[in-house]
């Protein structure tokens, strides 16, 4: 039932941008803390950023700065806007929920080329 279904993702050369995408559907979005997590191949999972029902961000050191979360309530939709990417950020991208109830995404891709 609960499904986030990630899109955005793509090939884009270092200093460029992209927006990630996330539609959720399933259960009661605008309650929820959503987020973004991130895998790259050999290195642990790591939280991204966060962003509370009310609006409230947090984010990684290593994007801070770079990386902005939002969400839009009345579309069941969560974004990440990636600027001024690195070959570092290149990994499969996730979107979550947060809080007690973990739900995950299938993933987006994200390769950063230097």
């Known amino acids: 039932q609960v499904q986030l279904v990630e899109s955005g993702g793509g090939l884009v050369q270092a200093g460029g941008s992209l927006r990630l995408s996330c539609a959720a559907s399933?259960?009661?979005?605008?309650?929820?803390?959503m987020g973004w997590h991130r895998q790259a191949p050999g290195k642990q999972r790591q939280l991204v950023a966060t962003?509370?029902?009310?609006?409230?961000?947090n984010y990684a050191d290593s994007v801070k700065g770079r990386f902005t979360i939002s969400r839009d309530n009345a579309g069941n939709t969560v974004y990440l806007l990636m600027n001024s990417l690195k070959p570092e950020d290149t990994a499969v991208y996730y979107c979550?929920?947060?809080?007690?109830?973990?739900?995950w995404g299938q993933g987006t891709q994200v390769t950063v080329s230097s």
């Open positions: 979550t929920t947060e809080g007690r109830s973990s739900y």
């Open positions: 399933g259960f009661a979005f605008a309650y929820y803390p």
């Open positions: 962003i509370t029902s009310g609006g409230t961000t």
